[in-house]
T-cell receptor
Framework: EAGVAQSPRYKIIEKRQSVAFWCNPI?????LYWYQQILGQGPKLLIQ????????DSQLPKDRFSAERLKGVDSTLKIQPAKLEDSAVYLC???????????FGSGTQLSVL | QKEVEQDPGPLSVPEGAIVSLNCTYS??????FMWYRQYSRKGPELLMY????GNKEDGRFTAQVDKSSKYISLFIRDSQPSDSATYLC????????????FGSGTRLSIRP
């Protein structure tokens, strides 16, 4: 079974630039999550999709972050404009339903200079 | 005060030792408790998933939950160098994955 795919693996940008991350979940997983993991901290949920609808985006900084999941499969997370404090690993996860076991991708490590 | 507290380590033990990893929490409503393992430059991987109090064993891993003390533990027996990773505890009030609160992780190193 193929895992959660994410790209790019690393990204370095300057503050105020924009950046986008891509995620392809495990086939058949209806629920998709984006997490932010700052160095030395646990993952923090940014947004949850159920198919292509948003279930929870209460912790997404909507003035600069946006996400979409077209056709209920792939998802893109965008930051525009980036700030220094956005430096983190952005993890995508999926699950069969909104319950139980999360499967994580390897993440995108973002450095904002 | 954070909802979930976890000693960041690093913790270094010799191969074959028994490892004890712990978390404390403040929200008495937590019912579901998890341990994730995260290798360097990888995403977290679920190791153990328990509901309410008690013990759960899976191979060399044992998870313990003591709700009266708001304390959970993960024991690793016969530790191997391949167990070297960051271990994250996580918990939630209900079984909804979106409500999971993660600890900050403990870095574990097993010396050959």
């Amino acid at each position: 079974e193929a895992g959660v795919a994410q790209s790019p693996r690393y990204k370095i940008i300057e503050k105020r630039q924009s950046v986008a991350f891509w995620c392809n979940p495990i086939s058949g997983h209806a629920t998709l999550y984006w997490y932010q993991q700052i160095l030395g901290q646990g993952p923090k949920l940014l947004i949850q999709f159920q198919n292509n609808g948003v279930v929870d985006d209460s912790q997404l900084p909507k003035d600069r972050f946006s996400a979409e999941r077209l056709k209920g499969v792939d998802s893109t997370l965008k930051i525009q404009p980036a700030k220094l404090e956005d430096s983190a690993v952005y993890l995508c996860a999926s699950s069969i339903a909104s319950l139980g076991k999360l499967f994580f991708g390897s993440g995108t490590q973002l450095s904002v200079l | 005060q954070k909802e979930v507290e976890q000693d960041p380590g690093p913790l270094s033990v010799p191969e074959g030792a028994i490892v004890s990893l712990n978390c404390t929490y403040s929200n008495s409503a937590f019912q579901y408790f998890m341990w994730y393992r995260q290798y360097s430059r990888k995403g977290p991987e679920l190791l153990m998933y328990t509901y309410s109090s008690g013990n759960k064993e899976d191979g060399r891993f044992t998870a313990q939950v003591d709700k009266s003390s708001k304390y959970i533990s993960l024991f690793i027996r016969d530790s191997q160098p391949s167990d070297s990773a960051t271990y994250l505890c996580a918990m939630s009030v209900d079984s909804s994955a979106s409500k999971i609160i993660f600890g900050s992780g403990t870095r574990l190193s097993i010396r050959p």
